[in-house]
């Protein structure tokens, strides 16, 4: 049930960090202004909770594999942290990328 909750949390605060996203977006297609930074804190908030629900659900799942919630909650942030942080780099990329116009369209089999 945990998992459940914890699952559901990450979908929630996901999509209010995504829809941070679209609006800084739209707010640079509109009116120019600089998707970056991303450090506001509406965005590292929702963020780092999406973090903590991961954190949740990993923790509820191993425990459900017979773990120890002490070694579930260590592997679970452990692995928040090695997924997460690296994400948040690729998405700060994401908007250079945009900010700089030098994002192309991906196209299938052409590197």
Do not use: C, D, H, R
């Amino acid at each position: 049930m945990i998992a459940w909750i914890g699952g559901a949390l990450v979908i929630f605060f996901l999509s209010v960090f995504l829809y941070v996203i679209q609006v800084k977006i739209q707010l640079w297609n509109q009116e120019n202004k600089s998707p970056l930074p991303l450090e506001g804190f509406l965005s590292i908030t929702s963020y780092l909770a999406a973090l903590a629900s991961l954190t949740i659900m990993f923790t509820a799942l191993f425990e459900i594999l017979l773990f120890s919630p002490t070694s579930s909650f260590i592997a679970s942030l452990i692995i928040a942290f090695i997924t997460g942080f690296p994400m948040w780099g690729v998405v700060k990329g994401l908007l250079k990328e945009v900010e700089a116009g030098e994002l192309k369209e991906i196209v299938p089999g052409k590197f």
